[in-house]
């Protein structure tokens, strides 16, 4: 698996709201492909709620 990382920073990015996160303090869930990053469980909530729904997207 992998996450999507800035290769040159090590950061990476919340998956519902693209803050820079240091992946060791970051809320992380292991998808099928990839590992998804989130600030907190609010972010998770809201990128799960749209996944429910069938769209992917950010806010």
Do not use: Q
Request: glycine letters at 8%; hydrophobic letters at 20%; a negative charge.
């Amino acid at each position: 698996m992998r996450a999507p990382e800035d290769s040159e920073s090590g950061k990476v990015s919340c998956r519902a709201c693209n803050a820079e996160l240091d992946p060791t303090r970051s809320y992380r869930i292991d998808a099928e492909e990839y590992i998804y990053h989130f600030c907190g469980t609010e972010c998770y909530a809201h990128w799960r709620e749209g996944e429910d729904r069938g769209s992917a997207g950010t806010r």
